[in-house]
């Protein structure tokens, strides 16, 4: 395959932004989980993505604070570059929306959501990029994010979003949200964004397809471990080749791709 342009790719998921704002609250959570965010915006400049992918569970519910819509919206726009969200169980689309109270693309002109719950695709045609993915709605039971996805389309990077559940084929299916092995390997995708877990763990999905989450930036179950969340860099090489770097969103040590924890499909 002739080279590709490099492209680099910052991933993150589970922000849960507006988990606290409550008139009750003391807003001490409400402002680590902005700083959070603001980390992660600092660190998609800091890196040099290209292209920022956010995969669910951005916003905690509907009835968030409109100044956290215009604070996300703010902030995407500081970053300035090409920016997806892939909506989640959390900030699903269609009615009672979170994503129809305020018009976040018009305060930041470069953000595109994924909005279609069959799926869609967006083209960014400067990047050779196009993004997939199709989003929760609350009115699906039974909703699988990579049901009948579409496979790769014409640029020569080829990215997904999903927010769900990653199972193997063995795996008694007592979740909701299924992301099946079988799924993802069928995309024939670079690279697929993976949100709904805290944690971040590298999944088998086959097939040559590299599939992630990211782990939230700033994890609401308090299960940290010690220290915060990650962010994931991918760099989508010249040779085709994926290569995965997770950066912490506070303190911490960088982890490189062969060193982050993977999950087999079992
Ligand atoms: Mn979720």
Do not use: K
Not at 56 to 61: A, I, R, T
Not at 71 to 81: K, L, S, T, V
Not at 156 to 176: D, K, R, T
Not at 219 to 239: Q, W, Y
Request: aromatic share 8%; charged share 25%.
């Amino acid at each position: 395959m002739a080279s590709r342009r490099p492209l680099r790719l910052l991933h993150t998921s589970d922000v849960h932004l507006g988990a606290y704002d409550t008139r009750t609250s003391d807003g001490v959570r409400r402002g680590e989980l902005e700083d959070g965010f603001r980390r992660v915006i600092d660190l998609a400049i800091a890196e040099r993505a290209d292209v920022l992918l956010i995969a669910g569970d951005f916003f905690d519910n509907a009835r968030v604070f409109e100044e956290t819509l215009h604070f996300a919206a703010d902030e995407i726009a500081r970053f300035g570059c090409a920016t997806v969200i892939g909506p989640g169980n959390h900030d699903h689309v269609g009615p009672g929306s979170v994503y129809d109270r305020v018009d976040l693309v018009e305060r930041a002109p470069n953000l595109r959501i994924l909005r279609t719950p069959d799926g869609e695709r967006i083209a960014f045609p400067d990047l050779d990029l196009e993004v997939w993915g199709s989003s929760h709605t609350e009115r699906r039971t039974n909703y699988q994010p990579f049901e009948g996805a579409p496979g790769r389309g014409e640029a020569a990077w080829q990215v997904g979003i999903g927010h769900g559940h990653f199972i193997g084929p063995n795996a008694l299916l007592h979740h909701s949200f299924h992301i099946r092995a079988d799924q993802l390997a069928a995309t024939g995708l670079d690279y697929v964004a993976l949100g709904h877990w805290e944690r971040m763990t590298i999944v088998e999905a086959g097939e040559g397809v590299v599939a992630a989450y990211s782990g939230a930036p700033d994890a609401l179950s308090g299960n940290r471990e010690g220290h915060g969340g990650h962010v994931l860099v991918i760099d989508l090489c010249e040779d085709g080749s994926v290569r995965l770097e997770a950066v912490p969103v506070g303190e911490g040590p960088r982890i490189l791709h062969a060193d982050l924890p993977f999950l087999p499909a079992m």
